[in-house]
């Protein structure tokens, strides 16, 4: 394992007893087929449930909705992308030559999706109890108060809260497809609500961002057909 790679397992306070794990972490489609995609699926479930577990003890008085409002605010692109900028990995992401030119080392999608591959990398690596404490190390010097709530819904947090508040189950999100040549690829998303009989499709930059687009449309479709 080269310096750079020492220095990053000692920022996250983890050494990893499969070094591939992390290598894999870091590296984008584009630079090679063994890429982090698998890890950040991960990686995004292990993040949301160590959130959780962190505002359910911080935020013992606050509702079931505001609670997915705010932690939806920890676990979004820019909150994400500001950690891995902490974290250094501008600086050890492995990207093809053409992402590297357009200046994919900086952009917030991926730097956001390496983090949560790490997340999953470091939980194949030591289980759950080590991950939620490499999260809850993460978010120490953010912010976190209940007025968080206050900050504009996302398309995803708003459908969540919508069917929430109707009891019915959350929605799924899967990719159905991708577009484009792996530095400009295009996630093909669909959100599907097995309760209504509805699915929608949004595409994205990143598979977070076609999520977003998908929520979006499935809230359109929701919405008209709510109209009398």
């Avoid at 953010?142 to 947090?157: C, F, H, R, S």
Wanted: with cysteine; charged share 25%; aromatic share 6%.
């Amino acid at each position: 394992m080269d310096n750079s790679l020492q220095e990053l397992q000692r920022r996250l306070q983890h050494d990893f007893s499969d070094p591939g794990l992390l290598a894999r972490a870091l590296t984008h489609r584009s630079f090679s087929i063994d890429h982090y995609e698998r890890l950040e699926f991960l990686g995004d479930s292990v993040l949301n449930l160590a959130v959780s577990d962190l505002l359910y003890t911080r935020l013992g008085t606050l509702p079931e909705g505001d609670l997915s409002r705010v932690r939806a605010n920890l676990v979004k692109q820019e909150t994400l992308h500001q950690l891995a900028v902490g974290l250094g990995l501008p600086d050890v992401i492995k990207l093809g030559e053409g992402e590297f030119r357009s200046g994919g080392q900086k952009r917030p999608s991926i730097l956001a999706d390496a983090l949560e591959a790490i997340i999953g990398a470091v939980y194949l690596d030591a289980g759950f109890t080590v991950a939620q404490a490499l999260v809850q190390r993460l978010f120490k010097a953010v912010e976190i108060n209940p007025q968080m709530e206050a900050i504009g819904k996302d398309p995803k947090t708003e459908l969540q809260e919508w069917l929430q508040g109707r009891k019915m189950k959350l929605p799924t999100y899967s990719v159905v497809g991708t577009v484009g040549a792996a530095h400009k690829q295009s996630f093909d998303v669909e959100c599907e609500i097995p309760e209504l009989h509805l699915t929608e499709r949004g595409i994205g930059a990143s598979r977070r961002a076609g999520e977003q687009a998908a929520a979006a449309a499935m809230l359109q479709t929701i919405k008209a057909k709510a109209k009398p």
